[in-house]
């Protein structure tokens, strides 16, 4: 059976860090690609980061560019964000994603992890 399984969320001060996880049991889990959304309360989700399988390309939310990094370990089958320079406006659940190379569709998704960031 499929999952993605998030951790790593908590409460933090503005400015500071979390880094959440996310494990996966796929099979051929480096073909993936690996992305983070987010959604606040009353907010639609939106995308905040994403990585292909080889790592080598990544690509950002503007605005969270610059403050989180993405990044995986395929040996593990895990991604990862880390999330510094934390803000208020950060505060939400958090999922991950993953979807094949080319289709814009995600066969699958986490069950989210919640990050609240005070003030």
């Known amino acids: 059976q499929v999952q993605l399984v998030e951790s790593g969320g908590g409460l933090v001060q503005a400015g500071g860090s979390l880094r959440l996880s996310c494990a996966a049991s796929?099979?051929?889990?480096?073909?993936?690609?690996m992305d983070w959304f987010r959604q606040a309360p009353g907010k639609e989700r939106e995308f905040v980061a994403g990585?292909?399988?080889?790592?080598?390309?990544?690509g950002y939310a503007d605005s969270v560019k610059g403050r989180f990094t993405i990044s995986r370990d395929n040996a593990k089958n895990t991604v990862y964000l880390q999330m510094n320079s934390l803000k208020p406006e950060d505060t939400a659940v958090y999922y991950c994603?993953?979807?094949?190379?080319?289709?814009?569709?995600?066969?699958?998704w986490g069950q989210g992890t919640q990050v609240t960031v005070s003030s």
């Open positions: 990585i292909v399988w080889s790592g080598g390309i990544t």
């Open positions: 994603a993953a979807r094949r190379v080319g289709i814009s569709l995600h066969d699958y």
């Open positions: 796929i099979r051929g889990f480096s073909r993936y690609v």
